[in-house]
Structures are given as structure tokens and as C-alpha cells.
């Protein structure tokens, strides 16, 4: 095999995916895996002196291209799902776990960076390069370099059995989410649903050689029926099926996630004790901003001790309407979506739907694309490379007619790709060879694609929730793309702590509330006309509708997470469930039914990299809300020249620095202070008191 019969062997530019086939996994990884233990074998022998260019750079090397191949087959597995790509993906994960994990504990090397910290020349070496080995010798330890041979064998088993296993829970959630549909032959029954709802409906019928309105468990599909359809009986139907997927309760048994989620827990926890811990909260949080899982625990408590009395007054309000002008008796779990926008509708005169209306995708694009280009001041414009899928585009990012980074943007919902919004990287920024090696980032999202109707396209609409959703994985995208660092241990995203990463991804967002960049990114998609004044008022008088209900149910999700990983015993006889039945009893103010299987779904701490570490959404609000309280003081000023300079500066001290320092460092030298609560709270609409 060669660069010109594998694509997957090319690193000379972009990823081939035109020239993609699942036959091309196997060849590709066996030589890549060859050539790195080659270097490695290399490198383990003994040295007069061990130094950077000499030790890291060839290891760095070698082992970047196999990061890369394997990154290519990862995304296409995420996003265009066959049976023979999957198949190919199973067997080469246990081959590419097993050399990571016996890296990971190589004792030769992990010497080689000891003598590279110890040697006099580590004070001469750049912080970005005296960072990466001071990452290098924390990860040996958390690898298991220092375990003895018999200890080092049980970890590596475990690390392969855990990418195993999470690779079988994605499967089985994306497998019952494509099995999943429902048909409505009577469209009387869809009442209340929203016109473009009810022709993606038909038109996924017609694709699938079917009569009547087809609807599935991807969530452009089914979260329109909660939201909107009078019919009750059909809302509990779909929500039902949502919340069992992947569950005993769920269609097929062998896609139940239970036994797989047990696993895991043991195999986290024996993983903890091995490398000398007490549990597996306290390994995650070993490379995170947080100290330990009490602080963790502590910080969460109190937000839901914050966001309690508000979920309650949220709560309360949708019963009484419900009562009152819907004649529900009782909110159940699938009537809080429809009795929520029926009220949001009445008390601010406006619906979501209405809002749809004004941001069509195109018009969503380039406002964002506007914004940054002016907070940043580069140029984004559309680019040309191979793709996976004919709805997938491309382009480019340069500043002073330079390339600095490219990017993938991959929007809408399809069967065989991963639920969810994501970003991830292509390759990272380094230099090499006296040449910058650009980074390169996959923008992923899940919104609906553009309705067909009467054989003309429609341009896609997006939710206002859709376009915060957009701007927030372009933020992800900003701090991989927009990075100075030249160093590939620490540019970009890589080496940021976990409970950081979040920082400018939810910076970002705050911008979807701006009147004056609304009003470049909106359009009517019958009349053209951006977003009227009153409107945008009324959507921001009902920002902070619910919320306290959204805020306490993350909390929720996270603090089931820390416990999950920190005081519960997967031996012990007692279930996952009561660990989160637990959590909602001390803080949840409405509590789901209880054929309700979250957890069999929840792929951010069991496929994912978030296992004690989703409360990093949360940690990491904190940050970008005062991070964003910079730009709030300084478009109140109505000084354009300080916006600029805020921009510029978070561009140098956040995005540009990427993992080259600690992220606390960053951020002081952002805001000049250590970071307040106070934002997030204000932002919440959780600043004072909640009023009766």
C-alpha cells in the first residue's frame, strides 16, 4: 500500500474522501501502526542525550499520522454510518486502543522525558515545549507507565475493553434511533405542528417508500411533536420511545445499554485503583481546572441550591396554565414542551416558530461568518476539498490574504450520522519544517434539512436554539482554528483542560442575543425582511423563560455524572438508576417517569469524553459569561475602538494561546481577575430573588 492506492496514507494535504472505501481502513492502520513502533523501537534505545529534536519531534511525528488516519475513519463512522464502515471501524479500534495504551506505558520513554525535564536545557526550552513534557510525564502516570509488568497488562486489557464498549453504546443508540418510526396516516392527528414539520414528515415517508407523515427518533423530527401536536396520545408515544432507546424497555434487546453501562463503571473504577486512586472522579479531574470531586459536587450544589426556587416558579407557572388554558390536569413529562411553547406563545406574543421563520441558513452562515471576521479580524470564505456527503461545505479562514485554518460545516440530520453537535479536529496547527502546517476542523450539527416542496428546494430554516447551537460549535472551531501556538501537543484545543474547552465555545453564544448581529444574520424566508425590532424584544424579554428548569437540569445530569464516578459502588448491588433517582429527589422539581431510561442514551460520559467531567458545561459558563461581560462593558461605552480591543485581546489571550498555559492563566490575563459567578447568574435571569 502507497499514498496513491490509500488515501488514508496521504498527509501531504487534505483528507481523500472522495477516494474513501472501508477497504482501505485495514492496509492504512497496519502500516501506520508498523511505522510507529518502529519509531519506537527506535527511540527506546539508549541516547548520550535525550533532546527535543532528536526524542519528541520523530515520536511526535509518526504518531500524528496515525492520529489523522484514524481521525478520518472515526468521523466517517460518526457521520455516514454502513455496516461495512463499521465493520471496518471494530476491527482496527482494539489494534489503534493497544498501541495508545502500551505508549502510554512505556516505561524507556517515559524515562526519556524525565531526563528532558531534568536536564539543564528545560529552562532554555520555550513554555510551550516545557508544558508538553510536563503534560507528557502527568499522562505517563495516568497511562500506567509506572504500574508494574503484570498491572501494566490488566490496564491495557481495560483500555481496550472500554473503547470497545463504547464504541457497542454509540452503535446501539444510533441503531434504535434509525430502527425508530412512527407513521401517521391521518393528518388530522398533526394539529398544532408546524407546516415545515409536517413536510419533512412527508417527505422522510416518501423517501422510505411510505404513505402518509413519517417521524423518527432523530431530533429535527420527533422534538417538533412534543413541542407542538395537539394530540396528546401522539406526544406520548414518541416521547416514550425516545426515552427507552437503547434500554431493556427499548425494541430489540441487544441494543439495551444497561449491562454495557455497569461495565463500564467497573472497568472506570478498577482503572482508579490500579493507578492509585480512590475512585474514578479523581483521575478525571487530574488534568481539569477543578481540584477534587467535592469541590466539583460543592460547586454544582450550589447552582442547584441557585436555580431551585426558579425551576420551581417555572414549573408551577406551566401547571397552573395548563389548568387553566389547555385543561390538563396533570403536566406529564411529554407535555412540558407543549404546554411550555403554548405559554411562551401567550405570555410574549411570539412563538419559535415565528422566529424560525427569519433564519434561513444561508443568511445564518454569513452573519456568523461577519461577526467573527470582524471580532477577529480574518477573512472566511468558501473553499474547495473532497467531501463525505454532497450536503457537506467547505472553506477557508485567512488573515492579511494568509491561510490560517479550514473547515468543514456538515449541518443536517441523516440517517447513519451521530446525533448531537460536535466539533472536531482534521489536524492541527504545527510547524514543521519551517512551514505552518494550518489547522483544519469538522463542524458537525444535526439540524433539518431543506424541505422540498413542489419539487422546489426551500432554504433550511433554523430555531433560535439552532443557531445558538451553530454558533456555539463554531466557537469550538475558533479556538482549534484560530490558534498562534506552533507546538501540536499545546495549539489549539489540545492540552486545554477538559472543564475549559467550553470556554469559547459558550462565548460565543452570547452574540445569538445581540440586536445589531441579529439583524445581519436574519431574513425572512418569504419577504426578505431581517428580524423586526419587536420581535427581537420579545424574544429577549422570554431569554430567561424556564430558566431556571434548564439550569437545574443540567446540574442534574451533572451531578448523576461526578456520583456516578465518585461514591458509587458498581459491585454494590444498587442500581444506576437510584444514583440519579437520588440526585433528582434532592433537587429536581419535576421528575420523569419512570420508564424513563436517560442514561442509556447519555453518550457524553459513556461513548464520549465527559465521564466526570460533564459538569464542564457548567464550569466552563462561568467562564465565558464573564468572559463575555468584557464585551457587554464595552459595546455600553458605544466605543467601537474597546469592542475592538476586547476582540483583539480575546483573540490573543484565549484563541490564540490555545493549551500553551494554563487556562485560569488565560483568562486572568483576559479579564484581569479571577473569574466571578456573577455573570452567569445575571445572564440567567438569577440575580435576585424570584418573584411570586
Given at each position: 500500500?502507497?499514498?496513491?492506492?490509500?488515501?488514508?496514507?496521504?498527509?501531504?494535504?487534505?483528507?481523500?474522501?472522495?477516494?474513501?472505501?472501508?477497504?482501505?481502513?485495514?492496509?492504512?492502520?497496519?502500516?501506520?501502526?508498523?511505522e510507529?513502533?518502529?519509531?519506537?523501537?527506535?527511540?527506546?534505545?539508549?541516547?548520550?542525550?535525550?533532546t527535543?529534536?532528536?526524542?519528541?519531534?520523530?515520536?511526535?511525528?509518526?504518531?500524528?499520522?496515525?492520529?489523522?488516519?484514524?481521525?478520518?475513519?472515526?468521523?466517517?463512522?460518526?457521520?455516514?454510518?454502513?455496516?461495512?464502515?463499521?465493520?471496518?471501524?471494530?476491527?482496527?479500534?482494539?489494534?489503534?486502543?493497544?498501541?495508545?495504551?502500551?505508549?502510554?506505558?512505556?516505561?524507556?520513554?517515559?524515562?526519556?522525558?524525565?531526563?528532558?525535564?531534568?536536564?539543564?536545557?528545560?529552562?532554555?526550552?520555550?513554555?510551550?515545549?516545557?508544558?508538553?513534557?510536563?503534560?507528557?510525564?502527568?499522562?505517563?502516570?495516568?497511562?500506567?507507565?509506572?504500574?508494574?509488568?503484570?498491572?501494566?497488562?490488566?490496564?491495557?486489557?481495560?483500555?481496550?475493553?472500554?473503547?470497545?464498549?463504547?464504541?457497542?453504546?454509540?452503535?446501539?443508540?444510533?441503531?434504535?434511533?434509525?430502527?425508530?418510526?412512527?407513521?401517521?396516516?391521518?393528518?388530522?392527528?398533526?394539529?398544532?405542528?408546524?407546516?415545515?414539520?409536517?413536510?419533512?414528515?412527508?417527505?422522510?415517508a416518501?423517501?422510505?417508500?411510505k404513505?402518509?407523515?413519517?417521524?423518527?427518533?432523530?431530533?429535527?423530527?420527533y422534538?417538533?411533536?412534543?413541542?407542538?401536536?395537539?394530540?396528546?396520545?401522539?406526544?406520548?408515544?414518541?416521547?416514550?420511545?425516545?426515552?427507552?432507546?437503547?434500554?431493556?424497555?427499548?425494541?430489540?434487546?441487544?441494543?439495551?445499554?444497561?449491562?454495557?453501562?455497569?461495565?463500564?463503571?467497573?472497568?472506570?473504577?478498577?482503572?482508579?485503583?490500579?493507578?492509585?486512586?480512590?475512585?474514578?472522579?479523581?483521575?478525571?479531574?487530574?488534568?481539569?481546572?477543578?481540584?477534587?470531586?467535592?469541590?466539583?459536587?460543592a460547586?454544582?450544589?450550589?447552582?442547584?441550591?441557585?436555580?431551585?426556587?426558579?425551576?420551581?416558579?417555572?414549573?408551577?407557572?406551566?401547571?397552573?396554565?395548563?389548568?387553566?388554558?389547555?385543561?390538563?390536569?396533570?403536566?406529564?413529562?411529554?407535555?412540558?414542551?407543549?404546554?411550555?411553547?403554548?405559554?411562551?406563545?401567550?405570555?410574549?406574543?411570539?412563538?419559535?416558530?415565528?422566529?424560525k421563520?427569519?433564519?434561513?441558513?444561508?443568511?445564518?452562515?454569513?452573519?456568523?461568518?461577519?461577526?467573527?471576521?470582524?471580532?477577529f479580524?480574518?477573512?472566511?470564505?468558501?473553499?474547495?476539498?473532497?467531501?463525505?456527503?454532497?450536503?457537506?461545505?467547505f472553506?477557508?479562514?485567512?488573515?492579511?490574504?494568509?491561510?490560517?485554518?479550514?473547515?468543514?460545516?456538515?449541518?443536517?440530520?441523516?440517517?447513519?450520522?451521530?446525533?448531537?453537535?460536535?466539533?472536531?479536529?482534521?489536524?492541527?496547527?504545527?510547524?514543521?519544517?519551517?512551514?505552518?502546517?494550518?489547522?483544519?476542523?469538522?463542524?458537525?450539527?444535526?439540524?433539518?434539512?431543506?424541505?422540498?416542496?413542489?419539487?422546489?428546494?426551500?432554504?433550511?430554516?433554523f430555531?433560535?436554539?439552532?443557531?445558538?447551537?451553530?454558533?456555539?460549535?463554531?466557537?469550538?472551531?475558533?479556538?482549534?482554528?484560530?490558534?498562534?501556538?506552533?507546538?501540536?501537543?499545546?495549539?489549539?484545543?489540545?492540552?486545554?483542560?477538559?472543564?475549559?474547552?467550553?470556554?469559547?465555545?459558550?462565548?460565543?453564544?452570547?452574540?445569538?442575543?445581540q440586536?445589531?448581529?441579529?439583524?445581519?444574520?436574519?431574513?425572512?424566508?418569504?419577504?426578505?425582511?431581517?428580524?423586526?425590532?419587536?420581535?427581537?424584544?420579545?424574544?429577549?424579554?422570554?431569554?430567561?423563560?424556564?430558566?431556571?428548569?434548564?439550569?437545574?437540569?443540567q446540574?442534574?445530569?451533572?451531578?448523576?455524572?461526578?456520583?456516578?464516578?465518585?461514591?458509587?459502588?458498581?459491585?454494590?448491588?444498587?442500581?444506576?438508576?437510584?444514583?440519579l433517582?437520588?440526585?433528582?429527589?434532592?433537587?429536581?422539581?419535576?421528575?420523569?417517569?419512570?420508564?424513563?431510561?436517560?442514561?442509556?442514551s447519555?453518550?457524553?460520559i459513556?461513548?464520549?469524553?465527559?465521564?466526570?467531567?460533564?459538569?464542564?458545561?457548567?464550569?466552563?459558563?462561568?467562564?465565558?459569561?464573564?468572559?463575555?461581560?468584557?464585551?457587554?462593558?464595552?459595546?455600553?461605552?458605544?466605543?467601537?475602538?474597546?469592542?475592538?480591543?476586547?476582540?483583539?485581546?480575546?483573540?490573543?489571550?484565549?484563541?490564540?494561546?490555545?493549551?500553551?498555559?494554563?487556562?485560569?492563566?488565560?483568562?486572568?490575563?483576559?479579564?484581569?481577575?479571577?473569574?466571578?459567578?456573577?455573570?452567569l447568574?445575571?445572564?440567567?435571569?438569577?440575580?435576585?430573588?424570584?418573584?411570586?
Amino acid at each position: 500500500m502507497n499514498i496513491q492506492t490509500n488515501p488514508l496514507l496521504d498527509f501531504s494535504d487534505l483528507p481523500r474522501f472522495d477516494a474513501f472505501t472501508p477497504e482501505c481502513v485495514t492496509p492504512a492502520i497496519d502500516t501506520l501502526l508498523a511505522e510507529c513502533r518502529d519509531v519506537v523501537a527506535r527511540l527506546e534505545a539508549p541516547m548520550d542525550q535525550v533532546t527535543w529534536k532528536d526524542f519528541v519531534e520523530p515520536l511526535e511525528q509518526a504518531t500524528e499520522k496515525l492520529g489523522r488516519a484514524w481521525g478520518v475513519v472515526g468521523h466517517l463512522n460518526a457521520v455516514v454510518d454502513t455496516p461495512e464502515l463499521r465493520a471496518a471501524y471494530n476491527e482496527n479500534q482494539p489494534k489503534v486502543t493497544e498501541f495508545w495504551t502500551a505508549l502510554g506505558q512505556n516505561l524507556a520513554l517515559f524515562e526519556k522525558y524525565k531526563a528532558l525535564k531534568a536536564d539543564a536545557g528545560y529552562a532554555a526550552l520555550t513554555p510551550q515545549r516545557r508544558k508538553i513534557i510536563d503534560n507528557a510525564l502527568r499522562d505517563f502516570h495516568l497511562g500506567g507507565a509506572d504500574l508494574s509488568d503484570d498491572k501494566k497488562v490488566r490496564f491495557a486489557a481495560i483500555q481496550e475493553r472500554q473503547a470497545e464498549l463504547s464504541t457497542r453504546f454509540s452503535e446501539n443508540v444510533l441503531d434504535a434511533t434509525n430502527d425508530y418510526e412512527l407513521i401517521v396516516d391521518d393528518e388530522a392527528r398533526l394539529a398544532g405542528l408546524p407546516d415545515d414539520a409536517r413536510q419533512a414528515a412527508r417527505a422522510s415517508a416518501e423517501k422510505a417508500g411510505k404513505t402518509g407523515f413519517r417521524f423518527t427518533l432523530h431530533f429535527p423530527s420527533y422534538f417538533p411533536v412534543l413541542q407542538y401536536a395537539d394530540d396528546r396520545a401522539l406526544r406520548e408515544t414518541i416521547y416514550r420511545a425516545n426515552a427507552t432507546k437503547a434500554s431493556e424497555l427499548g425494541a430489540k434487546p441487544e441494543w439495551d445499554n444497561t449491562a454495557i453501562i455497569i461495565e463500564k463503571l467497573k472497568l472506570r473504577h478498577e482503572e482508579a485503583l490500579l493507578l492509585g486512586y480512590r475512585n474514578y472522579a479523581e483521575v478525571s479531574l487530574v488534568p481539569k481546572m477543578a481540584e477534587t470531586p467535592q469541590h466539583v459536587i460543592a460547586f454544582l450544589e450550589d447552582l442547584a441550591l441557585k436555580a431551585r426556587p426558579y425551576a420551581a416558579k417555572d414549573l408551577e407557572e406551566v401547571r397552573q396554565f395548563a389548568r387553566d388554558e389547555l385543561g390538563l390536569a396533570s403536566v406529564e413529562a411529554w407535555d412540558l414542551a407543549y404546554a411550555s411553547e403554548k405559554l411562551r406563545e401567550k405570555r410574549y406574543a411570539f412563538s419559535e416558530q415565528e422566529v424560525k421563520q427569519y433564519f434561513p441558513e444561508h443568511k445564518v452562515v454569513d452573519g456568523l461568518f461577519r461577526l467573527v471576521e470582524k471580532l477577529f479580524t480574518v477573512k472566511i470564505a468558501p473553499d474547495a476539498a473532497p467531501v463525505w456527503h454532497k450536503d457537506v461545505k467547505f472553506f477557508r479562514i485567512e488573515r492579511d490574504g494568509k491561510l490560517i485554518g479550514q473547515f468543514y460545516l456538515d449541518l443536517y440530520a441523516r440517517s447513519g450520522k451521530r446525533g448531537g453537535a460536535w466539533m472536531n479536529d482534521a489536524r492541527g496547527r504545527r510547524l514543521l519544517d519551517e512551514r505552518v502546517q494550518t489547522p483544519v476542523a469538522y463542524l458537525t450539527c444535526n439540524f433539518t434539512e431543506p424541505a422540498v416542496v413542489n419539487g422546489v428546494a426551500k432554504p433550511a430554516l433554523f430555531t433560535h436554539d439552532e443557531v445558538n447551537t451553530l454558533f456555539h460549535e463554531f466557537g469550538h472551531g475558533l479556538h482549534h482554528m484560530l490558534t498562534m501556538v506552533d507546538e501540536l501537543g499545546v495549539s489549539g484545543i489540545a492540552g486545554v483542560e477538559w472543564d475549559a474547552v467550553e470556554l469559547p465555545s459558550q462565548f460565543m453564544e452570547n452574540f445569538c442575543w445581540q440586536w445589531d448581529v441579529l439583524q445581519q444574520m436574519s431574513a425572512h424566508a418569504e419577504t426578505g425582511q431581517p428580524l423586526p425590532r419587536a420581535l427581537f424584544d420579545k424574544m429577549t424579554a422570554a431569554k430567561n423563560f424556564q430558566s431556571g428548569l434548564q439550569m437545574l437540569r443540567q446540574v442534574e445530569f451533572s451531578l448523576f455524572d461526578m456520583h456516578l464516578h465518585f461514591d458509587y459502588d458498581p459491585y454494590g448491588g444498587d442500581s444506576v438508576q437510584s444514583v440519579l433517582d437520588a440526585v433528582r429527589a434532592k433537587f429536581s422539581v419535576m421528575t420523569p417517569p419512570p420508564f424513563n431510561r436517560f442514561q442509556n442514551s447519555f453518550g457524553h460520559i459513556f461513548a464520549g469524553g465527559y465521564a466526570a467531567g460533564y459538569y464542564s458545561y457548567k464550569w466552563a459558563e462561568v467562564l465565558s459569561a464573564d468572559a463575555y461581560g468584557a464585551f457587554e462593558e464595552a459595546s455600553a461605552s458605544g466605543d467601537d475602538e474597546r469592542l475592538a480591543e476586547a476582540g483583539r485581546r480575546f483573540l490573543e489571550e484565549i484563541l490564540s494561546v490555545g493549551g500553551s498555559r494554563p487556562a485560569l492563566e488565560s483568562f486572568k490575563a483576559f479579564r484581569g481577575r479571577e473569574p466571578a459567578i456573577d455573570a452567569l447568574l445575571r445572564h440567567s435571569g438569577m440575580s435576585a430573588e424570584p418573584q411570586a
